[in-house]
């Protein structure tokens, strides 16, 4: 079914198959407009808006080929797909060169054109994401200052971006989620002769091996079940501009060496196909999780790993550039003021003394929606304490006892134990039993800390969710093993 309404129009004089139609795709979830001349089609054109057309190429008035070509005027990103009952070679091609999105005879199987119109929609919207980052490029909102910090950290990820930006290199951007890293990948593409091209988003970790190399490299028709049509993929959407991984970290090892290939040769073939195809992209990764250790583990390619890594970006956590918070904070009151027509809010200094004294695990994107709550709660100009959720706050602490050394000596290693195994029973304990928070006050991974409360056999507390934790967390109360919580 379509998610979003979207309008198509028939034309075509044959009232049976424009009812066909018209029942087909409404029962599919599109608005569906009719005419019977291509007069009356350009017409309906004219006044109205739609996102595809289906065509017939004989009409009572005029050639289909004809209509074709007044439809390309009035709009030439709008797919037209032919229908005719005289199929032949030649009209084919000459539709196809005045720009028609697809082509097929009657009688015609309604899955077939359910998934060419399904097609033609989907790079229709593409057509129309790209259009309007070109227009917000051109205003700006996407340049270097969409990253906002004048910490010395974030001025180094600056001058990086302004030096290396022009080259094609491949860049991996490295930090914790929430921290940027998609705003520096877009970074990269404007500032570099790119800009005009595409930018494409793959999201490496939402799709299985097999569809996402589909997404990546297209396929040849009959490449496998339900491969009607041949498809492009984003690496053939992508020519002349930027591909961007997002946690490539989760692209599936056997994925791995079809996209070393790419970045090597600059080809590859679409599944099922026997040519290559060429391509001019450029490859931006990114990954909140270490490389390094996967590569180690065998869950990510040596050769793959070392051809990203050329130019690499570290981008710093929140907590490590909290003079950045004011100004953060200052853009999103403006924002989303902006939004919910309250100007010219403010943060009271409790409201900000708080904000300051947390260490935000949730980076950027978890202050940007305490700002955003704060803003839609606001009903007076200064925004106090009182909007600002109770786990942030200044993070919880814990007591070690004092380091005693008798007379006799200590066992070192036996003490040592002793005291890792207090220090994470403490930390357990201000984190109210949340793994994930416990090892955020140790500076240390989750799946270590998971490690060492099995090794020491610490069984898990009832606790209550403490002040410090996220909603999202959760505790481990009532369990009867801990909680094992991927890093």
């Known amino acids: 079914m379509v998610l979003i309404p ?58 289909g080929l004809d209509v074709l070509d007044d439809i390309r005027r009035l709009d030439d990103e709008l797919p037209v797909v032919m229908i005719t009952a005289f199929g032949t070679i030649e009209s084919a091609v000459a539709a196809t060169k005045q720009g028609a999105f697809y082509y097929f005879t009657k009688p015609f199987k309604n899955d077939d054109v359910l998934v060419v119109l399904r097609n033609a929609i989907e ?66 593409h404007d500032h570099s002769a790119r800009s005009d091209k595409a930018f494409i988003t793959v999201n490496s970790g939402s799709l299985p091996p097999d569809l996402l190399e589909s997404n990546l490299f297209g396929h040849v028709r009959g490449a496998f079940t339900g491969a009607v049509f041949p498809k492009k993929g984003l690496f053939e959407l992508a020519d002349k501009g930027t591909i961007f991984f997002d946690e490539i970290g989760n692209i599936p090892i056997e994925t791995q060496s079809k996209l070393l290939r790419v970045i090597q040769e600059r080809e590859f073939m679409r599944l099922g196909g026997i040519e290559n195809i060429k391509v001019d992209v450029r490859i931006i990764a990114a990954t909140n999780v270490q490389l390094r250790t996967m590569m180690e583990a065998g ?49 009271s200094p409790e409201a900000m003394d708080r904000l300051l004294a947390y ?43 004092d380091v005693v050394i008798p007379a006799e000596g200590i066992q070192f290693r036996a003490v040592i134990i002793g005291h890792e195994r207090r220090y994470i029973e403490a930390a357990l304990e201000a984190a109210g039993g949340v793994q994930k928070r416990a090892a955020e006050l140790l500076h240390i991974k989750p799946t270590t800390l998971n490690e060492m409360i099995k090794r020491y056999e610490i069984r898990p507390r009832r606790h209550k969710s403490p002040a410090g ?9 009532g369990l009867a093993e801990p909680v094992v919580e991927s890093d």
């Open 359 to 401: 260490n935000w695990p949730g980076n950027v994107r978890e202050l940007e929606n305490v700002i955003e709550r704060a803003v839609v709660l606001s009903a007076e100009r200064a925004i106090g304490p009182d909007l600002i959720p109770d786990h942030v706050s200044a993070n919880p602490t814990f007591d070690v006892p």
């Open 469 to 477: 934790a996220r909603p999202d967390e959760g505790t481990d109360e």
């Open 123 to 188: 790079r229709r919207q593409l057509v129309k994401e790209n259009r309007e980052l070109r227009s917000r490029l051109r205003s700006g909102s996407h340049r270097l200052d969409a990253i906002i910090g004048g910490s010395p950290k974030m001025k180094a990820v600056y001058d990086l971006i302004m030096r290396a930006a022009p080259s094609r290199t491949t860049v991996l951007i490295e930090g914790e989620s929430g921290t940027g890293k998609e705003l520096v990948a877009r970074a990269f």
């Open 6 to 63: 979207v309008s198509v129009l028939v034309i075509d004089d044959e009232e049976i198959i424009r009812e066909a139609l018209e029942a087909l795709l409404t029962g599919e979830g599109y608005r569906v407009a009719t005419a019977a001349t291509g007069a009356q089609g350009l017409e309906r054109l004219s006044h109205g808006s739609f996102d595809a057309v289906l065509l017939d190429l004989m009409l009572p008035d005029r050639l």
């Open 299 to 347: 869950r990510f390619r040596e050769d793959l790993f070392y051809r990203l890594n050329v130019i690499n970006i570290q981008l710093p956590p929140l907590r490590d550039r909290k003079d950045d918070i004011p100004i953060l904070v200052q853009h999103f009151l403006d924002h989303y003021g902006e939004e919910s027509r309250k100007p010219d809010l403010i943060l």
